[in-house]
Protein backbone atom coordinates (compact mmCIF):
# COMPACT_ATOMS: atom_id res chain seq x y z
CA UNK A 1 0.00 0.00 0.00
CA UNK A 2 1.41 3.21 -0.93
CA UNK A 3 1.57 5.52 2.24
CA UNK A 4 2.54 9.23 1.52
CA UNK A 5 3.42 11.72 4.94
CA UNK A 6 3.52 15.19 4.55
CA UNK A 7 5.73 17.45 6.80
CA UNK A 8 6.43 21.12 7.07
CA UNK A 9 3.50 22.84 7.88
CA UNK A 10 2.82 25.96 10.10
CA UNK A 11 1.71 28.96 11.36
CA UNK A 12 2.96 31.92 9.75
CA UNK A 13 2.75 35.75 9.26
CA UNK A 14 1.78 37.42 6.25
CA UNK A 15 4.29 37.25 3.55
CA UNK A 16 6.58 34.25 5.36
CA UNK A 17 7.57 31.10 4.03
CA UNK A 18 7.34 27.43 4.48
CA UNK A 19 8.77 24.09 2.46
CA UNK A 20 6.38 21.37 2.91
CA UNK A 21 7.45 17.73 2.12
CA UNK A 22 6.53 14.98 1.24
CA UNK A 23 7.60 11.36 1.64
CA UNK A 24 6.57 7.57 0.14
CA UNK A 25 6.70 5.10 3.10
CA UNK A 26 7.88 1.81 2.08
CA UNK A 27 7.87 3.22 -1.68
CA UNK A 28 9.61 5.15 -4.11
CA UNK A 29 8.39 7.96 -5.44
CA UNK A 30 10.49 8.09 -8.54
CA UNK A 31 7.07 6.36 -10.37
CA UNK A 32 4.89 8.51 -9.37
CA UNK A 33 2.90 12.08 -10.40
CA UNK A 34 2.82 14.14 -7.18
CA UNK A 35 0.47 16.75 -6.69
CA UNK A 36 0.38 18.81 -3.58
CA UNK A 37 -3.61 19.85 -3.23
CA UNK A 38 -5.06 21.96 0.12
CA UNK A 39 -8.91 22.00 1.28
CA UNK A 40 -9.72 25.18 3.29
CA UNK A 41 -12.83 24.98 5.43
CA UNK A 42 -16.18 24.89 3.34
CA UNK A 43 -14.57 25.53 0.42
CA UNK A 44 -13.02 22.15 -2.48
CA UNK A 45 -10.16 20.53 -2.07
CA UNK A 46 -7.94 22.49 -5.40
CA UNK A 47 -4.56 21.32 -6.82
CA UNK A 48 -2.00 23.32 -6.34
CA UNK A 49 1.14 22.58 -7.51
CA UNK A 50 1.72 19.61 -9.64
CA UNK A 51 5.18 17.85 -11.29
CA UNK A 52 5.01 14.90 -13.70
CA UNK A 53 7.29 11.77 -12.60
CA UNK A 54 10.06 12.33 -14.47
CA UNK A 55 10.69 16.04 -12.84
CA UNK A 56 10.27 17.69 -15.68
CA UNK A 57 7.06 19.10 -15.90
CA UNK A 58 5.45 21.77 -13.34
CA UNK A 59 2.02 22.76 -13.06
CA UNK A 60 0.37 25.43 -10.90
CA UNK A 61 -2.96 27.08 -9.78
CA UNK A 62 -2.86 30.33 -11.00
CA UNK A 63 -3.17 31.90 -7.22
CA UNK A 64 0.50 30.78 -6.59
CA UNK A 65 2.29 31.29 -9.50
CA UNK A 66 5.36 32.81 -8.86
CA UNK A 67 4.90 32.33 -4.90
CA UNK A 68 5.15 28.38 -4.79
CA UNK A 69 7.56 26.25 -6.77
CA UNK A 70 7.33 22.21 -7.01
CA UNK A 71 10.78 19.59 -7.36
CA UNK A 72 11.24 16.53 -6.48
CA UNK A 73 14.69 14.57 -5.78
CA UNK A 74 14.13 11.19 -6.46
CA UNK A 75 17.66 10.21 -4.43
CA UNK A 76 16.10 11.57 -1.19
CA UNK A 77 12.24 10.28 -2.10
CA UNK A 78 10.93 14.12 -1.72
CA UNK A 79 8.85 15.78 -2.96
CA UNK A 80 8.94 19.76 -2.04
CA UNK A 81 6.84 22.57 -2.05
CA UNK A 82 8.58 25.46 -1.54
CA UNK A 83 6.03 28.23 -0.77
CA UNK A 84 7.30 32.19 -0.24
CA UNK A 85 5.35 35.27 -0.03
CA UNK A 86 2.31 33.49 2.12
CA UNK A 87 -1.08 34.94 2.02
CA UNK A 88 -3.99 34.43 4.42
CA UNK A 89 -6.00 32.96 1.44
CA UNK A 90 -3.47 30.16 1.33
CA UNK A 91 -4.44 28.74 5.06
CA UNK A 92 -5.54 25.45 4.39
CA UNK A 93 -4.34 21.44 5.28
CA UNK A 94 -2.58 20.75 2.34
CA UNK A 95 -2.29 17.16 1.08
CA UNK A 96 0.12 15.45 -1.14
CA UNK A 97 -0.73 12.57 -3.71
CA UNK A 98 0.65 10.36 -5.95
CA UNK A 99 -0.73 9.99 -9.48
CA UNK A 100 -0.02 7.56 -12.18
CA UNK A 101 3.98 7.07 -14.14
CA UNK A 102 2.71 8.82 -17.07
CA UNK A 103 -0.13 11.39 -15.79
CA UNK A 104 0.39 14.93 -16.75
CA UNK A 105 1.14 17.01 -14.33
CA UNK A 106 -2.00 19.60 -15.40
CA UNK A 107 -4.18 16.54 -14.88
CA UNK A 108 -2.65 15.52 -11.50
CA UNK A 109 -3.43 19.13 -10.34
CA UNK A 110 -7.05 18.70 -12.38
CA UNK A 111 -7.25 15.43 -10.61
CA UNK A 112 -8.62 13.88 -14.31
CA UNK A 113 -6.95 10.71 -13.85
CA UNK A 114 -6.56 8.05 -11.24
CA UNK A 115 -5.11 9.07 -7.63
CA UNK A 116 -3.52 6.34 -5.80
CA UNK A 117 -2.92 7.43 -2.40
CA UNK A 118 -3.38 10.43 -0.25
CA UNK A 119 -1.19 12.00 2.78
CA UNK A 120 -2.58 12.25 5.85
CA UNK A 121 -2.41 16.33 5.23
CA UNK A 122 -0.32 19.21 7.28
CA UNK A 123 -2.09 22.53 8.31
CA UNK A 124 -0.71 25.51 6.91
CA UNK A 125 -2.05 29.07 8.34
CA UNK A 126 -1.42 32.36 7.52
CA UNK A 127 -2.61 34.87 10.15
CA UNK A 128 -0.65 37.91 11.36
Known amino acids: QLQLVESGGGLVQPGGSLSLSCTGSGFTLDYYAIGWFRQAPGKEREGVSCINSNGDITNYVDSVKGRFTVSRDNGKNTVTLQMINLKPEDTAVYYC?????????????????????WGQGTQVTVTS
Open 97 to 117: AAGGRFTPAQAMCNMTKDIFS
